[in-house]
């Protein structure tokens, strides 16, 4: 199964920095590449799919990029209601597989 | 607007079964996927399985294939997972999340249920 692992673990940020995060895949997914957001004791919600679309609703500061196995979520001004776990999730080859997160704080 | 509603906690002990259900509203239920997720403590996301409601086809993960039950009730529009043998393994959140696209499995989840929390203890 494709190994998808995500860097870094945990992102400590001010409010208003830029926020990167990485993805790689250990073999190439296309661009069938997710990412998503949870917060405590929520549901997780779909922020970008096939790599670099916006979900419906999902503010303009969250972009993604990349493609094969290399990846990309940006947040580009944070704010204090993205603090979250961020997890990408390929669906390329099954099974499909989720990264094991990046928690971001401020 | 579309919604997925799970069932409260359960604490079981070793060996029993559990079953989780998701009820959907906001949209036609049979028409999209629903998956199933868990996270156990600490840990990522590890996928299931899906099932489509429309036929009641289902699609598991090997490493659960034969104590890995789900199925639906269109008359409801409810999905269960069914989960036997439990073992402190399976201790986990267990999340239900609908394919975002009707009629085929894109694995592309949005959105998803609140998380059920399932504790497997003596």
């Known amino acids: 199964e494709i190994v998808l692992t995500q860097s870094p673990a945990t992102l400590s940020l001010s409010p208003g920095e830029r926020a990167t995060l990485s993805c790689r895949a250990s073999?190439?997914?296309?661009?069938?590449l997710a990412w998503y957001q949870h917060k405590p004791g929520q549901a997780p919600r779909l922020l970008i799919y096939d790599a670099s679309n916006r979900a419906t609703g999902i503010p303009a500061r969250f972009s993604g990029s990349g493609s094969g196995t290399d990846f990309t979520l940006s947040i580009s001004s944070l704010e204090p209601e993205d603090v979250a776990v961020y997890y990408c999730h390929q669906r390329s080859s099954w099974p499909q597989t989720f990264g094991q997160g990046t928690k971001v704080e401020i | 607007q579309v919604q997925l509603v799970q069932s409260g906690a359960e604490l079981k002990n070793p060996g029993a079964s559990v079953k989780v259900s998701c009820k959907a509203s906001g949209y036609t239920f049979a028409a999209h996927y629903v998956h199933w997720v868990r996270q156990a403590p600490g840990q990522g996301l590890e996928w299931m399985g899906w099932i489509y409601p429309k036929t009641g086809g289902t699609n598991y993960v090997q490493k659960f294939q034969g104590r890995l039950t789900m199925t639906r009730d269109t008359s409801i529009s409810t999905a269960y997972m069914e989960l036997n043998s439990l073992t402190s393994d399976d201790t986990a959140v267990y999340f239900c999340?609908?394919?975002?696209?009707?009629?085929?499995?894109?694995?592309?989840?949005?959105?998803w249920g609140q998380g059920t929390l399932v504790t497997v203890s003596s």
């Open positions: 999340a609908r394919d975002s696209e009707q009629y085929q499995a894109l694995n592309r989840f949005d959105p």
């Open positions: 073999q190439s997914v296309s661009t069938l």
